[in-house]
């Protein structure tokens, strides 16, 4: 696995979480190229480390698509059975794709450890970062949506003894208990959110008629970190996938003219559905913005898939047409990646323009070079996002000069 992705060792308060030890699982169908499975596991891998999670070995097996019981082949199958078997500290096997109830009961029956899937594995992450009411409801209700087609699979233990008198009809009775049990739940968490969404707008509402920049992106890329410097104040940064989930505004004020500064929560490639859909209300901020600021992290080696997922979910959200700057963080660290040291400063200068040339006729939006952690052309950013809110503002009202 790539080295790419590195957990920060930052100690936390309260109980001590003990490290689980996985395995990951992923199949290279006719959908996808090797290197693109290879590099969701390394981001699988950094999933599952940031839910405290450490994995001991990678699987990857080509076929057309998953198998519709095992997900990956028999031999396969046998053959991480085997491992799991000789390495008694794993607990946890990790598949890169959604399973089925069915699907989960067999392999955890096969496997004799804990099967987790993609979805679930963000789901965790989101529950254990979840702060604010919102995000637990937000929270709740996705993992309610995905439960309520998986209940079936939950109850395979009572279709084995389908000779035995009485225990059919009672084990249906339960699941059907169950689905509506969850679907109540799915609708009062919904009515719940829709509250919560209103307490929102009204919040929104009562900040004014300032203009409302929002930094996106793709998650781990720096948003938090470059909240900080623009904003200098102090938002939670750590060097974890999801570090923030709940939006965070801040007024900020340069030269005289003030806006309203938001870190949104971060994009990922293969997001499920239903977890996009219970964090659109999150993402009103976005919606709501005037200037969007996309942030990428140049020195990560996919960084160019990263921005069409972004912009895909922009344009899910109605705001991929949004005035945008997109702003290229992580520079030191891309340098450090790709320059060695007798390279002349002339060629590296070179080699950053021309990258910045690229982007700038390739998504036709203006593009900066930056480093948010060592504060490198930080400036530059400002004056330039300062006009981008002047021009806003001379947008918003033509005829006269805004107090402020």
């Given at each position: 696995?790539?080295?790419?992705w590195?957990?920060?060792?930052?100690e936390?308060?309260?109980?001590?979480?003990?490290?689980?030890?996985?395995?990951?699982?992923?199949?290279i169908?006719?959908?996808?190229?090797?290197?693109?499975?290879?590099?969701?596991?390394?981001?699988?891998?950094?999933?599952?480390?940031?839910?405290?999670?450490?994995?001991?070995?990678?699987?990857?097996?080509?076929?057309?698509h998953?198998?519709?019981?095992?997900?990956?082949?028999?031999?396969k199958?046998?053959e991480?059975?085997?491992?799991i078997?000789?390495?008694?500290?794993?607990?946890?096997?990790?598949?890169?794709?959604?399973?089925?109830?069915?699907?989960?009961?067999?392999l955890?029956?096969?496997?004799?450890?804990?099967?987790?899937?993609?979805?679930?594995?963000i789901?965790?992450?989101?529950?254990?970062?979840?702060?604010?009411?919102?995000?637990?409801?937000?929270?709740?209700?996705?993992?309610?949506?995905?439960l309520l087609?998986?209940?079936?699979?939950?109850?395979t233990h009572?279709?084995?003894?389908?000779?035995?008198?009485?225990?059919?009809?009672?084990?249906?009775?339960?699941?059907?208990?169950?689905?509506?049990?969850?679907?109540?739940?799915?609708?009062?968490?919904?009515?719940?959110?829709?509250?919560?969404d209103?307490?929102a707008?009204?919040?929104?509402?009562?900040?004014?008629?300032?203009?409302?920049?929002?930094?996106?992106?793709?998650?781990?890329?720096?948003?938090?970190?470059?909240?900080?410097?623009?904003?200098?104040?102090?938002?939670?940064?750590?060097?974890?996938?999801?570090?923030?989930?709940?939006?965070?505004v801040?007024?900020?004020?340069?030269?005289?003219?003030?806006?309203?500064?938001?870190?949104?929560?971060?994009?990922?490639r293969?997001?499920p559905?239903?977890?996009v859909?219970?964090?659109?209300?999150?993402?009103?901020?976005v919606?709501?913005?005037?200037?969007?600021?996309?942030?990428?992290?140049?020195?990560?080696?996919?960084?160019?898939?990263?921005i069409?997922?972004?912009?895909?979910?922009?344009?899910?959200?109605?705001?991929?047409?949004?005035?945008?700057?997109?702003?290229?963080?992580?520079?030191?660290?891309?340098?450090?990646?790709?320059?060695?040291?007798?390279?002349?400063?002339?060629?590296?200068?070179?080699?950053t323009?021309?990258?910045?040339?690229?982007?700038?006729?390739q998504?036709?939006?203006p593009v900066?070079?930056?480093?948010?952690?060592?504060?490198?052309?930080?400036?530059?950013?400002?004056?330039?996002?300062?006009?981008?809110?002047?021009?806003?503002?001379e947008?918003?009202?033509?005829?006269?000069?805004?107090s402020?």
């Amino acid at each position: 696995m790539s080295e790419h992705w590195k957990v920060g060792k930052e100690e936390k308060k309260g109980l001590k979480r003990e490290t689980e030890f996985c395995v990951l699982i992923g199949v290279i169908d006719e959908k996808h190229t090797e290197t693109q499975v290879l590099e969701y596991l390394d981001e699988l891998q950094f999933l599952a480390e940031t839910a405290g999670a450490q994995t001991e070995k990678v699987f990857t097996q080509r076929m057309p698509h998953p198998h519709v019981k095992s997900f990956v082949g028999s031999g396969k199958l046998e053959e991480i059975r085997v491992f799991i078997e000789t390495h008694e500290n794993i607990s946890l096997a990790i598949f890169d794709d959604d399973l089925t109830g069915k699907q989960t009961s067999f392999l955890e029956e096969y496997l004799k450890v804990k099967i987790v899937d993609r979805s679930s594995l963000i789901l965790d992450i989101f529950a254990e970062r979840a702060q604010t009411a919102q995000a637990k409801t937000q929270v709740e209700l996705a993992q309610m949506q995905y439960l309520l087609p998986r209940l079936r699979g939950l109850w395979t233990h009572l279709e084995r003894q389908r000779g035995g008198i009485g225990m059919r009809g009672p084990g249906e009775q339960e699941i059907e208990t169950d689905r509506r049990i969850v679907r109540d739940k799915i609708s009062q968490l919904k009515k719940k959110l829709e509250k919560i969404d209103q307490q929102a707008q009204t919040q929104r509402k009562n900040r004014g008629e300032l203009i409302r920049v929002s930094l996106v992106g793709y998650t781990n890329v720096g948003k938090s970190t470059l909240m900080n410097v623009l904003s200098k104040s102090e938002v939670f940064a750590e060097n974890k996938l999801f570090a923030t989930l709940d939006t965070t505004v801040r007024k900020v004020v340069w030269e005289a003219t003030p806006f309203l500064l938001s870190d949104t929560v971060g994009f990922i490639r293969k997001l499920p559905h239903h977890l996009v859909e219970s964090f659109k209300s999150t993402l009103d901020e976005v919606r709501e913005s005037d200037i969007l600021v996309h942030v990428v992290d140049m020195s990560h080696p996919q960084h160019e898939d990263q921005i069409h997922t972004v912009q895909n979910t922009l344009t899910e959200l109605n705001s991929g047409d949004k005035t945008t700057l997109m702003v290229l963080n992580k520079l030191d660290k891309y340098r450090e990646m790709n320059f060695d040291d007798f390279l002349e400063e002339e060629i590296r200068q070179e080699i950053t323009e021309g990258l910045k040339e690229k982007y700038k006729n390739q998504f036709n939006l203006p593009v900066i070079l930056i480093s948010a952690h060592t504060k490198e052309n930080i400036e530059l950013l400002r004056d330039t996002l300062y006009e981008m809110i002047l021009e806003e503002y001379e947008k918003r009202y033509p005829y006269q000069t805004k107090s402020w």
